[in-house]
Structures are given as C-alpha cells and as structure tokens.
C-alpha cells in the first residue's frame, strides 16, 4: 500500500520531501486577498450525527468466520478510534430471512414462537464494535420479515412486535441501546398508524431508540402526511435519501415542524480502489454542502463476501479470504478517517462560510465543539477529539476526482485558499495538517502556521486534506496478514465445530435460513432398491450401511446421527414481506475456481414438528398464526410445491447457475411422485427451459424423512449423480465451467450434515486467482480485449492464456496501461487443449518483469465473425498478493475503454513466477 509516514519523511524520497517542503511553505503565506474564507465558531449550523457503515445485504458474512488476529485487526480498522475509519454509526440489517442483496441474513423469530437473539452476526458485529468505542451509535433496518408477520402484510401489529423485539434482545442480551431504527429499506413508508404505533411501544419497553422515517426517498405523500399529523411528525425526526448525489430535499421538507433531520442513509455502494476512496471522501463533505445531511452512511461497512456475487468490492475494505485470512485495508478507510478521526457525533457545522464548493471543484466543511463546551486546559494544539473545548477546530478541505457509482463531478484543479479565523478560533496560532491522496494515505505533515487567524493553504487536484487543532490522530496498522491461499481441497464439515444457532463456517446463504442446529440422536431409515452397499460418515465416524440390492424395499438399518447438523430454519416463502422475489433457500461456500470436483452431503428431508400433510404434488406448511396454508399462500413455483433437498457444484452466483442434484417429493412437472432431478441452473426450480439433465423416480417407500447420502461429481463436462452410492445418471454438459459448492431445499425444515469435497485446486501462478467465464457468446467485435490491473509487488508474465478452444489464431499481449505501449505479444494457435479451467496458454519468447504501481492490460485480440469470447459479465479477482484491482477493458476505434471493475473480457490470464 501507499507509503507510511516513516517513509514519506525518509531521506530516501527526495521527491516527497519537496512536496512536503511547498505544501508547508505555501500554507504560511499569510493572504494577501481581500476576502478570505471567513470561519468563526460563534456562529453555529446543524449538529454532526456522525459517519458510518451498513453492514447489510450479507455484506459482511464471510468475516464472521475468518481467524484471529486478522479478524480483530479487520474491526479495528473499522471501529477503533484513532486508528483506521473510525467509523461512529455501526448501521445493520435486522435479517429476515430473505434476499437483500449478496444474501439472506437470518431472522430473530424464524417464526411467531421461535425467537432467538444469538443467530447470524449482526449482534456479534455491533457487539465488537462497541467493545472498541462504546459511544459507536447503533441504526438497524429491516430488508424484509419472515412471511409469518401480518400474514404476509409488513405494516402490521405482528412487524410492531417483531421490530421491538429486536431492539429489545439488543438491550437485554448485549447490553447495546439501539440508537435508531429504520422502517422498511427502500420500500414503502407505510402510514402514520404503523409508526404511531411502533413509537408507542418502543416507548412502553422503556426504549429511548429514534424512529428515522425514510430509508431510500422521501415521497411527496409522505412530506403531506408529517405536514398534516403533528404526533407522526414528532414521531420521525429524521429522514434519509439513498445515494441523493446533488438532489436536494424540496422547500416543503425543510418547512416540516418539527424541523427534520436529514441523513444520506445508504451512500457510496463503489468499488474500494482509489476512485472509490474519492467518492467516499468527497460525499461526507459535499452531502452535507450540497444538501444538509449531517450523517452519511455506506455500503457496505466492508465487502466480505465471494467474489462472483453482485456489486463486487463495494466496501470500504476487503476481507473475503476467510479461510487464509487474507484482509485488505483500502483507501476509502483513509479518505473517512479525514473527518471520523477528526470530530464526533455532538460537534457542529460552523454556519456563515463554514460550508463551501470551491471555484475549482471541491468542498471544504469546518466543525468545532459543541457550544456548551468549555476551554480545555491541554495548551494549543494540545487535545485529543474527546477532551477538545471551546477554541478548538477542524477543517477538512476534499477537491476529490472519483466518481461514485451513481453520481460522478468534473476533475478538479490545484487551487490557492486562504482562511480568516475568528470568535475563539482567532487565538488559533498554528493547525496540525492531514494529506490522503491516490500515492499517499493518511500522511501528517508540518504544521500550518496562522498569523493574526489567518493562513493560506496551496490545495492540490485529487486530494483531500484536514487541519485541526486536535491530536491523537493515527495511522493504525497490524501485523501483515496471511498471504492469500487457494480454499483447501479436500473440505470436510461436521457441524460440530460451532454452537447452534450459529451459521456454519464459510456458508453463506443466498436464500431462506440455513444454521447450526443440535440434532437428537435420529434413527435413519434407508429404505430404497437396487443400489450397493455404501458409507456414510455420522460425526465422524464412519459405518457401513447394508441395503438390499433386490427388489424389495430395503431394510432399516439404525445409524444415530447425533451432535450438530445444518438446518434449513424457515418454513414459510415471505410472500409480501421480503424485499425481493425471493428464490428457494440455497446456502452456498468454496472458491468460484472450483472446476473438477465432487460434492457429498447427507440430507434429511424433514417436515415441520406438528401438522404435516405430505402428497406427491404438494407439501403444505404450518402457519404459526392459522393453522396449514392455503394454496394462495403457497408459491406456485413446481419445485416450492415440493419437499426436496439438495446438492449443487460449480455455482457461479447466488442462484441461477450450476449444476444440482434435487432429490424428493412433489417434482411437479416433471414427476408425479418421489423422485430425483439433475438440472443446470439452480435457480428457482424446474421453471427454466432444457435445464433437466436427467431425472428419475424413487421407490414409492422411499423414506423422505430418514437421512440420504447425495453425491455430485464434475469433471471436465462429465456430470456424476449418485445417491446412497448408487450412480443415478451420467451426462456431459459444458454450459458451467467453474464455481462455488452449495446446498439447497424448499421453504421446509431440512437438514445437512458430514458435507464432503473433494478435487483440484486452482493453480497457484495464474495471475486472476479467480476467474469465472459468462455469457461465452460473443464474436461481434473486432479488436483487442481484456483485463487491466495494477501490480502490487515485482513478478514475471511467463506465458499468457485466452479461455475456450480456438479455431484461429490469436494474438495474446501486455500493454502498460499507463504509456499504452505494447510490452508482449505472443501468437497463440488453434487448439483445443484447455486446461482443467478452460485456459490455453502459450508461452513468451522472453519472460516480461512487471515492477509495483505499474498498470498492465492483458489483451487476447478478437474477429468479428471469429471465435466465440466471454462478455465482461465474467468476473474475475487478481491474485492478491501480486496485483489489485482488476477492470475490464477494450480497444476501439483508437480509445481504450475501462468498462467494470471486478470484470473480464475474454477471460485472459496469464502465467507468473514471484522472484
């Protein structure tokens, strides 16, 4: 990363030390202008509520299971004061068993009489928090409620209970007051009956949590309805847009009585690269110029998820190598440390010219003290943020260039500012100065000198700079993490090694609610015909188990399955209450770059406890609030109407991809009774065209509710699916190369245990560790294609490699994305001898050095009408501990094109040896 302060002042950057020198010197010529900035602490604006992260949409999943230390070094540049984001608002999901966006995040109450306030990790998350700065402020929101709520209705007495529950488990389980509490993510407002009714019983719990009334737009009906009912009006003191840009709130908004708050809620969602950090910088100042928001929020808090899932890498660092516990600490953790180390939630705007654009683009935003606050007696220059008093001051000047992803400014230019200080600030004699910019993160430099309240400041283009008279400030840093590693094949898990209801390590789940669950000792009951005697492994150990292999219906054989399992916990499809269509539950785990390999698990296909009618053509559920479902509140989808449980490989993202062996009871549409599917595409059951395989029936005696071992293999295009060691079927399909492991059932109770895989593991000397190839269709284009990425380290190119066998040849190349020169080319010919990946690499004449910082493009060159290439919705992520930082890129018509970060043309690789 970008060089420390021991580095930057070192006699060895002779360069850096000339910046440092000019910025000094310029910041103590004292203004020569007529109307300088004037910034005076008598004159006050709105309160700062503080900045913070959203973890949400299962953003944060994979870092509940990374080791220790990393794991904590991870919180602590999230959380600790004076050392990394020293983020103030800890904002989370309130899961609910549905899809938000990268997952599912469980429930508190699966259903009305299962509550629980130890499952998934959103406690755990603001729990760690706090532990690190017990003044962290907590805002939960809920994305969706399991479908038991109202029946199905969100604006209901059962979501009144349901949300308060939540804020109550908080209180009385961690000991953690939830400061805020949203409505519905970026859904509907409700109405002022719902909200009257959730601040009277927040209020009869003895709960002082603040309602905020919006989170997503605030609606013209909304405004009316604060306008004409005084009680919902003081019942929602603040209100937030997500992602407002430079939209401000209408007169009516600001003429509300009570005078309303105003939050960007949800900001950033951008890639953390440098661009990113740009964005993220400049909203926290530029929301509050533009806009008056004095909280910002982003998502995601980090990105800690698998790398194909949507909107790659937009965190403020990366922590999705759970199993070497690999972390990256990234910019934008920087660029929020300019304001979050600098000031706290109580501290305030300065009105006047405290707030400004400037000429040359860019904001600057000053805060002091709260107005009660006394002078402190640490000398100038001499208090941290928390002891700071009256006459104390900070300044964050930003002229940020990087476009966010849904709101982008013109570049800005080096510009020359001068500052009048008065009230206490005039007493001011000097300012100790921060600078972050793309080479240089969180740097001090010398002190700025202030004559008569005066100083002026040589601000450069892309940059970000804060004076203050606080210190403390720090750039933290921990011990290096372990180098990245491929996840280890084989992979076994028992679901002993975590308590219920925790969710099991590495799964992360996509749909429904999958956890440890403390299974009693079971009697399984294999009764099927015609297959061999097998092996199952039941908590680690392994019995025989005899069957019959003629045509009766098998025998009992009593294999005590004792310990943990992995339970599906939801029983009830969230029609009207989730967030998103949702599909069926699906919980998912391993490496994209997973190709050959072989996934068993033993499946127990249970019905909920009580009432259960199971038929061939349908299973219906038990609802906690009138007894069984009807039809209407069944989903329709064939594979919901049945009671299944399955095994899926190669599963590129959260559902509709991958190969998957189903197994169970009400198939409809393709069998009228118990029986097996093997299908491409995971997604939401049978309802894609040509997606079935092979499919066949089970033995009228069967047993759904007894424990089944399924199996599915992949090697190269050959598909193996088995059951209780028997081969069901055999088939060749190369429709998915590549992808994760996953298990899957319907919206029922069902149960997994002693998951197994094993096969190969992805090369170590690709320079992409992870890549997967989509939309494989393309020969419309004429002209080079690719990736670029930026080197973190020394290494050498020593062959380079296009996905997919080729009919003509193909020039590979490296163009340095900075001179745009071609630095190797290479005449790849016809062949179709991929590799177990799909890659075919063609070795250079002479290997290529690629030195740290520098931008390489790999390129294969393409034919209109040549052979078929991926589109850049392939997906790929650079080996860490080599480059960073992969986007996708084209030539045409004599412009190289940047398209999508996280993305891949081609896909391209190449071959590197490390010196």
Known sequence: GPAGPANFFSKQNPKEQKMIVWLAIAATIVATWADPIVLDDG?????????????????????????????????????????????HICKVEIGGDVQSTDGSESSHMHTRYDINFERGYEWWLMAEAKKRNPDVLTYALSWGVPGWVGNGSFFSTDNVYYQVAFVRGARDTYNITIDYLGIWNERSWGNPDYVLALRQALDAAGLPTRIVGADGGIPQDQIAALAANQAFSRAEPILGRHYPCASPEPPAFWNLSPKKTFWANEDYSTVADWAGAGCWGRSLNQNYVKLNATSTIAWSTLWSVYETWPYWGNGLMYAFWPSS????????????????????????????????????????????????????????????????????????????????????????RAETLSFALRGNLQQIRALH??????????????????????????????????????????????????????????????????????????????????????????????????????????????????????????????VKNQGGVLRQMQPLYPRGTEWIPDYDPITSLGSVSWADVTAMVDVN???????????????????????????????????????????????????????????????????????????????????????????????????????????????????????????????????????????????????????????????????????????????????????????????????????????RTHTLSVVDGTTLKTLATVQAAPSSATDAYGFIYTTLATPLAVLPGQTIFILSDETLGGDVFCDHTSTATARPSIAVDVISVYYYQGTWFRVSPGAIYGPVNALVTVP
């Not at 590495?506 to 749909?511: G, L, P, V």
């Open 325 to 412: 516990g690999y972390y990256q600490v990234k910019s934008p953790i920087w660029t929020s440390a300019h304001t979050t180390q600098f000031v706290e939630p109580g501290w305030f705007y300065l009105g006047g010219s405290g707030r400004g654009l400037l000429p040359g683009g860019g904001s600057w935003v000053a805060m002091v003290p709260p107005e009660d606050s006394q002078p402190h007696s640490k000398g100038p220059l001499g208090a941290t943020v928390k002891e700071a008093g009256k006459g104390d001051f900070t300044l964050v000047i930003e002229k940020l260039d990087g476009a966010c992803l849904r709101c982008q400014v013109p570049a800005s």
């Open 433 to 558: 100065v921060w600078l972050t910019n793309s080479t240089h993160w969180f740097i001090q430099l010398p002190d700025v000198l202030v004559t008569s309240g005066l100083f002026t400041v040589v601000m450069p283009a892309d940059t970000i700079l804060t004076l203050t008279t606080t210190i403390g400030q720090r750039k933290g840093s921990a011990s290096p993490p372990p180098q990245p590693a491929p996840f280890p094949l084989p992979y076994t898990e028992h679901y002993n090694t975590r308590p219920a209801p925790q969710p099991a390590r590495y799964h992360a789940d996509s749909s429904g609610a999958f956890e440890i669950f403390e299974a009693n000792a079971t009697t399984v009951t294999h009764a099927h015909k015609n297959v061999h005697v097998g092996a199952r492994v039941s908590k680690g150990k392994e019995e025989t188990v005899s069957v019959s292999t003629g045509e009766s219906e098998g025998v009992d054989v009593n």
């Open 605 to 807: 296909i249970l019905a909920p406890a009580g009432q259960v009618e199971l038929q061939d053509q349908a299973i219906l559920f038990p609802d906690t609030l009138s007894g069984l479902h009807s039809a209407a509140n069944v989903r329709d989808d064939p594979i919901s109407n049945g009671a299944y449980a399955g095994v899926c490989v190669r599963q590129r993202d959260q559902w509709d991809s991958g190969y998957c062996l189903l197994v169970g009871a009400g198939l409809k549409g393709v069998l009228s009774a118990k029986g097996w599917v093997l299908q491409a595409g995971s997604g939401a059951g049978l309802r894609v065209a040509g997606s079935i395989l092979a499919h066949g029936s089970l033995p009228a005696g069967f047993n759904l509710t007894g424990w089944q071992r399924l199996s599915l293999g992949a090697v190269g295009p050959t598909l193996t699916a088995g059951l209780n060691g028997a081969v069901l079927a055999t088939v060749n399909n190369s429709q998915y190369v590549s992808g994760l492991v996953s298990l899957r059932s319907g919206y029922h109770f069902a149960q997994f245990d002693n998951l197994h895989i094993s096969g190969q593991t992805p090369p170590s000397n690709t320079l992409f560790d992870t890549i997967y190839a989509s939309s494989c269709n393309r020969r419309d284009f004429t002209g080079p294609v690719g990736a670029a990425v930026i080197a973190s380290t020394s290494f050498h190119i020593t062959s380079l490699g296009r996905f997919g066998a080729t009919t």
């Open 43 to 87: 004159v006050l604006d709105r309160r700062y509520d503080g900045h913070g992260g959203l973890s949400a949409g299962a953003s944060s999943r994979l870092l509940f299971d990374y080791p220790e230390p990393q794991r904590s070094d991870v919180l602590d540049f999230l959380f600790k004061p004076s050392f990394g984001a020293n983020l």
